[in-house]
């Protein structure tokens, strides 16, 4: 691809906003905040310039409507050089991130240097134009929005010279372009350790405190991100494929669950109650859709949502996890005779959960306020916006579909055969190996019953009943699954108690009726399977 380059990268390093993260810890503050003082400090030996004044400078590329962030593409081009009013840039390269590409994986093509005969440097390459040419259609791109930021770094030493820690300090400017201008500023500072223990990391956090500064993560691409939102309009039109196809019974079902979450998405800034779970819920019913049907979508884009899908699931799950356990643990105490409750029992248990849970609604909040969910939802946009349909997506969808589950209902059954014969192996109950089987044939009866959803407006009644009937299985696998969830949470509770010389007497008994509880669910499940699994039941896989 002549001097194109695919830059996959970890730290962002060669971009020109800085994005300081991993082990460095970050602030924000007001625009200009002053410089903290730092060469008297306790531990400090010196500060050195380690640069003078840098600017790093992004500009980002679209249609005079957004089509290119509405479809969660991101084209920038992107200037790193010394503040010296107008001198040449040291380096500068066009940048194209598309939604589905993966996080660390960007096209990136060198800056025409400027004068060249016959090149001009502020049109856009024509490898990346022929990527973007059909989300832009006829709209010219041109610069939609610009991020400066001057960087000033220096070197914190001790008495011996020796390298305590960096200190990068930015005055970032944010607006957007064109006919209506949107502008914003503030100060951002980050601290790369090298040899300074806690007390001096201590001192310097104190020393940023005294200038305005707090903890916080770099906002600059969000802010700009955020003023594109308010200046788009609606997004563009979805494809619907050919009525009564498969690929137009896909997209109707994605669609309408990428909206389910956006709403949800909407709920949890609101923090209304549940949100988190339904988000979860509606990207698991969008990724089971694609590993079940991937076939009629080509190339990469589904395998890649599917991964991201997952990211977010995993994400969002240790708030919903902390609060589910926290009101059964409740409940169940509260069902216990009084003689079994020995101290304040129910006061560890609520100290535990709320910081768990004050833990998690922090980390879910960085997830949807991040570049990564942005560019999922952005992926998704661009999915129903121009999906990549095969041949087998405009054939009738009663006639494909139900194949497609039936592979997914294959694999179901496989996981369970496998976990039901680990049960019944006889001698003493094999649990490692059966709850994670188990845990297995769990996920993926999930993504059966949410593949049927798809399905059901082709087939009828028949689909419905059998995801009636799933749900029995899946009842038996979840009450399984939070009981060993549930035993492991009761472990620690017991150990803390232990460990501040409390009694944990009553977090035994409860992790003893979590074990039976698994043991009688454990001899329950092959005859809800007998049950559940008939050929009759399945008929309508066999079109």
Do not use: C
């Not at 001097?3 to 970050?26: C, I, K, Q, Y």
């Not at 957007?176 to 503030?186: H, Y």
């Not at 055969?417 to 059966?434: N, Q």
Request: net charge neutral; no cysteine; glycine share 10%.
């Amino acid at each position: 691809m002549s001097d194109a380059e695919l830059v996959r990268t970890t730290d962002h390093a060669d971009v020109a906003v800085p994005e300081v993260t991993g082990s460095a810890l970050t602030y924000r503050g007001p625009a200009h905040t002053g410089a903290p003082r730092l060469r008297d400090l306790p531990g400090v030996g010196g500060v050195q310039p380690v640069t003078d004044a840098e600017v790093r400078e992004l500009e980002r590329f679209d249609t005079a409507d957004l089509r290119l962030f509405a479809a969660g593409i991101e084209l920038t081009v992107e200037r790193i050089g010394p503040d010296r009013g107008g001198a040449t840039p040291e380096t500068a390269a066009w940048v194209l991130t598309l939604p589905d590409g993966g996080p660390d994986e960007r096209l990136r093509i060198p800056l025409a240097a400027a004068g060249v005969e016959g090149v001009d440097p502020a049109e856009v390459p024509g490898e990346i134009d022929e990527l973007v040419r059909r989300i832009r259609g006829d709209g010219e791109l041109h610069p939609a929005g610009r991020i400066r930021v001057i960087r000033t770094t220096v070197r914190l030493q001790d008495e011996h010279g020796r390298e305590l820690a960096l200190l990068h300090r930015d005055q970032v400017h944010v607006a957007t372009l064109g006919g209506a201008t949107a502008v914003d500023s503030w100060s951002e500072a980050a601290v790369r350790p090298g040899t300074a223990g806690t007390a001096v990391l201590q001192r310097v956090d104190e020393a940023l405190r005294a200038t305005g500064m707090l903890r916080g993560a770099p906002a600059a691409r969000t802010r700009l991100a955020e003023l594109f939102a308010e200046a788009a309009p609606a997004e563009p039109p979805r494809r619907t494929g050919r009525k009564g196809s498969a690929g137009a019974l896909l997209l109707a079902y994605l669609g309408d669950k990428v909206d389910t979450l956006a709403e949800r998405e909407r709920d949890l800034r609101a923090d209304r109650p549940d949100a988190v779970h339904q988000m979860r819920v509606a990207s698991r019913r969008i990724r089971s859709a694609l590993r079940t049907y991937g076939g009629l979508l080509e190339g990469p884009r589904a395998p890649h949502l599917v991964a991201e899908l997952r990211w977010l699931g995993r994400a969002l799950a240790g708030e919903r996890d902390a609060e589910v356990q926290e009101e059964r643990l409740t409940g169940r105490l509260a069902d216990l005779e009084p003689e079994l409750l020995f101290g304040p029992v129910q006061a560890q248990v609520t100290r535990h959960f709320a910081r768990t849970r004050a833990e998690a609604r922090a980390a879910v909040m960085d997830v949807v306020d991040g570049e990564r969910y942005a560019a999922l939802q952005g992926a998704l946009r661009r999915l129903l916006a121009d999906p990549p349909l095969s041949s087998r997506a405009a054939e009738p969808a009663r006639k494909v579909l139900p194949t497609m589950a039936g592979r997914t209902a294959k694999k179901l059954n496989r996981r369970m055969e496998a976990a039901l014969a680990e049960l019944s192996d006889g001698g003493e109950r094999p649990a490692g190996d059966a709850t994670e089987l188990l845990h297995r044939a769990r996920k993926t009866g999930k993504q059966l019953r949410y593949a049927t959803e798809v399905v059901r407006p082709a087939v009828g009644k028949d689909a419905r009943a059998f995801a009636k009937r799933l749900k029995a299985v899946q009842q038996v696998l979840g009450d399984h699954q939070d009981a060993v969830v549930s035993r492991e949470t009761l472990r620690l509770l017991g150990g803390q108690a232990g460990a501040e010389h409390g009694n944990g007497f009553a977090f035994g008994v409860l992790h003893g009726q979590d074990t039976a509880r698994m043991r009688e669910l454990e001899e329950r499940l092959p005859g809800v399977w007998e049950d559940v699994w008939t050929s009759g039941a399945r008929r309508w896989m066999r079109r």
